[in-house]
């Protein structure tokens, strides 16, 4: 569900957009029928974060072209959604709380030079207790081999950044993509489009890791290029 919530998140601004400015009935009604299938995708995978990227990204998408019609999309999309949730299995808990919990301290021992790009499954052992006890890490995950959990990343990219090349590092990337944002926002609406895609993953970010995957972090990285 992890990257179908991560495409939908950044096709979706583009179909919105196309459904908004079609021209002909037929091109609207292709363009409805493109938006309808990736929202009932992003219903059908129940990911919270993708659907708060989601509407996010609306919004930021439409705020400057009409309120109105961005609100109404969110209503949209929230209906949808809704309508799979209710209809689901309630979602498993989560220990992501922990598991941030304990990357904090990593961060706060580790604060300039952090502990190395992609050094955090090798080092947080050593904190999976540090701020609070990690629910998950060190359970037995095959009771014939005795195979232990562990976690390989911290499900949120931010923290995981900050942890890994420390928060100058973080802080510069993040710069980046807040001034690719600020700036995509003064110029047409395809650029506007591009950057309620990029807001999305962002959002996607702070819950999941899609920059540590290569596939996921490529499609950013051309996103932001395009803007």
């Given at each position: 569900?992890?990257?179908g919530?991560?495409?939908v998140m950044i096709?979706g601004p583009r179909s919105?957009h196309?459904?908004?400015?079609a021209?002909t009935?037929?091109?609207?009604l292709?363009?409805?029928?493109?938006?309808?299938?990736?929202?009932?995708h992003?219903?059908?995978t129940q990911?919270?974060a993708?659907l708060?990227?989601?509407?996010?990204?609306v919004?930021f998408?439409f705020w400057?072209v009409?309120l109105v019609?961005?609100?109404?999309a969110v209503?949209?999309?929230v209906?949808?959604v809704?309508a799979?949730?209710?209809?689901?299995?309630k979602?498993a808990?989560s220990?992501?709380?922990?598991l941030?919990?304990?990357?904090?301290?990593m961060?706060k021992e580790?604060?300039?030079?952090g502990v190395?790009?992609?050094?955090f499954?090798h080092v947080?052992?050593?904190?999976?207790?540090?701020a609070v006890?990690?629910s998950?890490?060190d359970t037995?995950?095959?009771?014939?081999?005795?195979?232990?959990?562990?976690?390989t990343?911290?499900?949120?990219?931010?923290?995981?950044?900050?942890?890994e090349?420390?928060?100058?590092?973080q802080?510069?990337?993040a710069s980046?993509?807040?001034?690719l944002l600020?700036?995509a926002?003064?110029h047409?609406?395809q650029s506007r489009?591009?950057?309620?895609?990029?807001m999305a993953?962002v959002?996607y970010?702070?819950?999941?890791?899609?920059?540590e995957?290569?596939?996921?972090?490529a499609?950013?990285?051309?996103l932001?290029?395009l803007?």
């Amino acid at each position: 569900s992890g990257y179908g919530s991560y495409f939908v998140m950044i096709g979706g601004p583009r179909s919105l957009h196309a459904m908004t400015q079609a021209k002909t009935p037929l091109g609207g009604l292709t363009t409805f029928s493109i938006t309808a299938v990736l929202i009932g995708h992003l219903g059908a995978t129940q990911s919270k974060a993708a659907l708060v990227g989601a509407l996010i990204a609306v919004v930021f998408q439409f705020w400057w072209v009409n309120l109105v019609k961005g609100l109404l999309a969110v209503a949209v999309i929230v209906a949808a959604v809704f309508a799979f949730q209710v209809s689901s299995a309630k979602l498993a808990s989560s220990n992501r709380a922990e598991l941030w919990g304990n990357t904090l301290v990593m961060i706060k021992e580790h604060p300039l030079i952090g502990v190395g790009r992609w050094n955090f499954q090798h080092v947080y052992p050593k904190y999976a207790n540090a701020a609070v006890r990690d629910s998950v890490f060190d359970t037995v995950e095959n009771e014939q081999f005795k195979i232990k959990k562990t976690q390989t990343h911290a499900h949120n990219d931010l923290l995981e950044l900050a942890a890994e090349v420390g928060i100058p590092g973080q802080t510069a990337l993040a710069s980046l993509v807040v001034v690719l944002l600020l700036t995509a926002t003064l110029h047409d609406p395809q650029s506007r489009t591009l950057a309620a895609a990029v807001m999305a993953v962002v959002t996607y970010a702070f819950f999941w890791f899609p920059l540590e995957l290569p596939m996921s972090a490529a499609w950013l990285w051309t996103l932001l290029a395009l803007m």
